[in-house]
């Protein structure tokens, strides 16, 4: 895959093509535009060639006839503006810092956070840049990730960095940065068979204490909840340089199964960039729908919100499969959903001794120990 | 200050106690009980000798007489059995972890974790042990360091690793381990004068990337939201070991006065260790009410939730002096808050140039650059 990162001179220059669009249409009598794809569940379609979910062709118009789409464009320029600053004082900022930068920009400012991280992601539709190449970061912490693989980082002051995340890392792992793109990080050498995406941090520290990122050698990445884009890029890296498989470990519920679904198929947000972030070959390990009874694991009932959300999967195009339409519709019709750590009815061990090595013989054929 | 932690022997006779007295008071034909002090903001009083807020003389009695009562005493059999099982197979494990292993515990099972995390301090309470002691964990993730300090941590192989927080770390710092006593966690070096906890991640960042940490000559943690135990007791420990200032840096909202409350005077849950997680000479730096306008910062208007919780903090007996009932009162009086990022209205550098430097000297008397 090619590098998707550009360099500060290319990054600056789509930056500026989106003020001359502007400025020819205006020199012509027209009124400016920008065009857009409309970005939800009913905008998004298997790509058969990048292997994952992309925007359709609905688009909407941005159009300077209206006060409202006027006030966005006036922003999108601001904001151009501000991205070039950064790129040439070699800063970055927050969303939400520029979001508070926006008060300065008179009708340009921004009346919610809302609205200024759904232009920076307007911006890289329409420039074909990354968020990481406008140098905007999210608030979020990235994954930590425990195992036998060596990274290179560069810090602060340009230096690269050898990091083992078994040998030189704290009991709390490797902390993933927010721009994960090589200028920044390198993935060395790693002697390993796999990599375990896990939902929770209460599973990760037991797989930790387990010690078995050795026993199965694989490597343990923490998710905290939905992944962030680093979280799911770095992955992502590490199945195509690396050529090792993602499984994903999580909770059992609806959440869960949208946290699968962006990182193998491509998350609604960001399906401008799918074939960047997604790996269609991830594997769900589990829990399984089925576990709940095969496995007699403490449950709670489903809530109204959670019924909610498995009906949405269902009109999902991510979900329209087998597997998944099964997972789901079992579901609802027990009722119950599961956490990973209730596992811990039999006992601190049972996730490692049985449970996961069964489900990667079933799933992988992978055999452990 | 004396070390807190109990080792491996000593916690199990604790533990042996418990169930000791209870058996004792059968035999004597009188039901078994557990005293304990009521924990809530109205049973916390000021200790002159410790400097920190404790629990006060409210008891409340557990006595085998109820239901209620009795299988509360129950579980508390049951998990002292499970942790010394812990203790002895060199084990650990979450409060979730343990609220699932009782499923097998009968009449002694748990309604929900609440009650699990509740016993948990209890028996804290009961033995004068700690939880790490026990071996319980917390989910939450622990704090995030960057500066010139250099830690020693043991890994799970048992060998000690040497970390300096600026050099052999990538940019998202030092992950503080759930355990940082000194069995686990050794404070070797530093070249700083003090250390700065921010609340928000974006503005850690921020003061990351300005290299504030070099100009300042000061360590930077994260606190991410109410601090977790692990970061509050670090750094009482940097305050007592090394002598460092602990100044923080929040936004400014009814939370985040309790954020400062629980690092200087103690937590209302956490009241029986107070001494052992609370600094009390730590200084709050800002935002304060009257930034607001004194610095014309971008506000948002206080919810009712807010203004209940302010009005809370007026009868909390931590808040009872002139300088946080004038805080409290001022930003009741203006009904606004803000936010430590909304700094940001004056550009990137202007935490790190202008405010910092202000507070410092005002609250502090250090001079910057």
């Known amino acids: 895959m090619k590098e998707r990162t550009r360099s500060k001179e ?20 027209e009124p400016p535009r920008m065009t857009l794809p409309v970005r939800s569940k009913k905008n998004i379609n298997f790509d058969e ?113 050898r990091i083992n995340c078994r040998d030189d890392v704290g009991d709390s792992g490797y ?19 796999f990599m375990m995406a896990i939902e929770t941090g209460g599973m990760f520290d037991r797989l930790v204490e387990n010690g078995f990122d050795e026993s199965a050698r694989c490597g343990l990445i923490h998710l905290k909840g939905q992944p962030a884009r680093s979280t799911r890029r770095i992955m992502k890296r590490m199945n195509e340089e690396w050529g090792l498989p993602i499984v994903v470990f999580t909770d059992c519920d609806p959440w869960s199964f949208r946290i699968f679904a962006s990182i193998a198929y491509g998350a609604i947000k960001t399906a401008h960039i799918s074939e960047y972030l997604a790996t269609p070959s991830a594997i769900y390990l589990g829990i399984d729908s089925d576990d709940i009874k095969a496995y007699d694991l403490p449950s709670d009932e489903l809530t109204s919100r959670d019924i909610e959300a498995l009906k949405a999967e269902k009109s999902d195009p991510r979900f329209q499969n087998q597997e998944w339409t099964d997972q789901i519709d079992l579901m609802l019709e027990l009722g119950e959903k599961a956490e990973q750590q209730s ?7 049972f996730v490692t001794d049985t449970y996961l090595p069964e489900k990667l013989r079933q799933k992988l054929g992978i055999h452990i120990g």
Chains 1, 2 share one sequence.
């Open 175 to 193: 902390g993933v940065p927010y721009n994960v793109e090589s200028e920044k990080l390198r993935l060395l050498s790693h002697d390993i068979d």
């Open 343 to 349: 596992l811990a009815k039999y006992g601190l061990d």
């Open 49 to 161: 060639r990048l292997n994952v979910y992309k925007y359709g062709k609905k688009k909407t118009i941005r159009d300077a006839t209206s006060l409202g789409s006027a006030h966005q464009l006036l922003r999108a320029l601001f904001v151009t503006e501000f991205m070039e600053e950064m790129i040439e004082g070699q800063k970055s900022s927050t969303l939400r810092e520029m979001y508070y930068i926006s008060e300065g920009w008179g009708y340009g400012k921004f009346g919610s956070q809302n609205e200024s991280n759904n232009l920076a992601e307007d911006l890289e539709i329409v420039t074909g840049c990354l968020r990481e190449d406008f140098k905007l970061r999210p608030e979020e912490d990235g994954a930590r990730i425990i195992g036998n693989l060596t990274f290179e980082e560069k810090n602060r002051r340009g230096e690269w960095m």
């Open 10 to 29: 290319d990054t600056i220059q789509a930056l500026h093509a989106v003020a001359a669009e502007m400025h020819d249409r205006m020199m012509r009598g």
